[in-house]
C-alpha cells in the first residue's frame, strides 16, 4: 500500500467515527430507546450540547472534504504516481482535518479557519499533481 493510500485509510476511518461523541451525547440527552427509536423524528442539530452541534457540522465538513481528497488520492494511485510531496500532502491534509474536527468542536474560529485552510491547500498539492502528469 502507498503511503497516500495509508493516509486516504486513515482519514476516512477518522471521519467514519466522528458520529460516535455526538450520537452518545444524543442517547444521554434523550434517552437510548427516544435516540435509536425513530431518528427521523429527531434533528441532531438541535441538541442541547453546543460542542455536539458543532462537531455534527464539522463531521458534515469533514464528509464534504473527503469527496474531493479521496478521489485524488485515488487518481494518484491509479496512474501510479506518488512523490515524498504527495506524500507529504496527504499526511498534512489528515492533520489539518483532525485539527479542524477539534477547533470545531471546541469553537476555536481562527484554528478552525487555518486548518480548513492547510487541508484545502493540501488538496491543491495533489490536484496540481495530478493535473502536472498529464
Same mark, same amino acid.
Given at each position: @500500500? ?7 485509510? *486513515?482519514?476516512?476511518? @477518522?471521519?467514519? /467515527?466522528?458520529?460516535? !461523541? ?12 427516544? $435516540?435509536?427509536? &425513530? ?6 442539530? +438541535?441538541? =442541547?450540547?453546543?460542542? *455536539? =452541534? =458543532? @462537531?455534527?457540522? $464539522?463531521?458534515? &465538513? ?13 487518481? /494518484? ?6 512523490? !515524498? ?10 492533520? #489539518? =482535518? ?10 476555536? !474560529? ?11 491547500? $493540501? +488538496? @491543491?498539492?495533489? #490536484?496540481? $499533481? ?5
Amino acid at each position: @500500500m502507498s503511503g497516500e493510500l495509508f493516509w486516504l485509510t *486513515a482519514t476516512t476511518t @477518522m471521519t467514519a /467515527l466522528l458520529w460516535l !461523541p455526538y450520537i452518545t451525547n444524543w442517547i444521554v440527552e434523550k434517552g437510548f430507546v427516544a $435516540a435509536i427509536w &425513530n431518528p427521523t423524528e429527531y434533528d441532531h442539530s +438541535q441538541a =442541547r450540547a453546543a460542542w *455536539a =452541534r =458543532r @462537531m455534527l457540522k $464539522a463531521h458534515e &465538513n469533514a464528509t464534504e472534504n473527503l469527496a474531493v481528497f479521496a478521489p485524488l488520492v485515488l487518481i /494518484l494511485h491509479a496512474v501510479n504516481f506518488s512523490t !515524498p510531496v504527495t506524500l507529504k500532502a496527504c499526511a498534512v491534509y489528515f492533520t #489539518a =482535518r483532525l485539527v479542524h474536527v477539534v477547533a470545531f468542536t471546541l469553537a476555536i !474560529p481562527a484554528l478552525r479557519v487555518i486548518s480548513f485552510l492547510v487541508g484545502f491547500g $493540501a +488538496q @491543491m498539492v495533489l #490536484a496540481w $499533481a495530478i493535473l502536472s502528469t498529464l
